[in-house]
């Protein structure tokens, strides 16, 4: 597996899941601690899953929303 891609590939999302708990916390009264630890992965889940469908679905050049074009692949393992 390319560890670089996938670094990229998690890395976006979780940016992404970031940014949208920050805007959505500006809506909600709640302690900010509380609701970045509550939004965060569900934003990051809910951002990769539509893109990474998308991806799949519609056409690859939904990759590019998750930070790289495709997905990583398996590389032969030299350690059989």
Known sequence: MNIYTSLIRTGVPAVAGW???VA???GIHLDEAVVTSLLTPVAIFV???VFRF?????SP????LLGYARPPKKEPSSLT
């Open 19 to 21: 940014l949208i708990a």
């Open 24 to 26: 959505l916390r500006y």
């Open 47 to 49: 951002y990769y899953t």
């Open 54 to 58: 998308a991806e799949v679905r519609l």
């Open 61 to 64: 050049r939904f990759g590019w």
